[in-house]
């Protein structure tokens, strides 16, 4: 089955400053990376749809200013969240359409980033 | 809104079935997912409805039924493993995100 990396696992940062967090595609080309948020005990939110080669299209309530993703290549998408804040601190996971696979319509999971802001 | 509606917490023992329900708006459904979380783990992907009537697979089976916008996820013979949350998904627009429900929560017992 398709499979979906994300780097780092986990990471600890200080107030104010940036993360990068990596989510890659690793045996097939998406188009189409999603990227969500969950807080402890809650569901997974969706941020934002990251498309190759084009803009970010942002959920209601979400600062594009503050998570800023690039999809640069078919097979990687980055979300850098900018001037960490404690109430950032949260697990990111990205996910990935195979649009080869049978079912076009299903989402592969990376493993998440459990991000610590201190 | 795109309401999808599950139960919060379920507990079950052992060897028994327990139905985990989800309800959804009906409006541009185009399939509905069931996933499974473990802790601290990214979600898994258990079934994949977009007609009616049920899938099995497994000691998991997945029904829906798109004019009531209702799907459950069966769960048999169950152990220990399974505690778990249970999220319930849709896609209303082709080629959009999953959205999510808020999960069910589900404690096996011995």
């Known amino acids: 089955g398709a499979v979906v990396s994300q780097h780092p696992s986990r990471v600890i940062c200080k107030s104010g400053t940036s993360v990068k967090i990596e989510c890659r595609s690793l045996d097939f080309q998406a188009t189409t990376m999603f990227w969500y948020r969950q807080f402890p005990k809650q569901s997974l939110m969706l941020m934002a749809t990251?498309?190759?080669?084009?803009?970010?299209?942002?959920e209601q309530g979400v600062e594009k200013d503050k998570f800023l993703i690039n999809h640069a290549s078919l097979t990687l998408s980055t979300l850098t969240v900018t001037s960490a804040h404690p109430e950032d601190s949260s697990f990111y996971i990205c996910?990935?359409?195979?649009?080869?696979?049978?079912?076009?319509?299903?989402?592969?999971f990376g493993p998440g980033t459990r991000l610590t802001v201190t | 809104g795109q309401n999808i509606d599950q139960p919060t917490e379920m507990t079950a023992t052992e060897g028994a079935i327990v139905q985990i329900n989800c309800t959804y708006q009906t409006s541009g459904f185009n399939g509905l997912f069931w996933y499974q979380q473990h802790a601290g783990e990214a979600p898994t992907f258990l079934s994949y409805n977009v007609l009616d009537g049920l899938e099995e697979k497994g000691r998991f089976s997945s029904f829906l039924s798109r004019s009531k916008g209702y799907s459950y996820l069966l769960l048999k013979e169950l152990q220990m493993k399974d505690s778990a949350s249970y999220l319930c998904?849709?896609?209303?627009?082709?080629?959009?995100?999953?959205?999510f429900g808020k999960g069910t929560t589900l404690s096996v017992s011995s």
């Open positions: 990251s498309n190759e080669g084009s803009k970010a299209t942002y």
């Open positions: 998904a849709v896609i209303w627009q082709a080629g959009t995100a999953l959205i």
């Open positions: 996910s990935a359409r195979d649009p080869g696979a049978m079912s076009s319509y299903e989402q592969y």
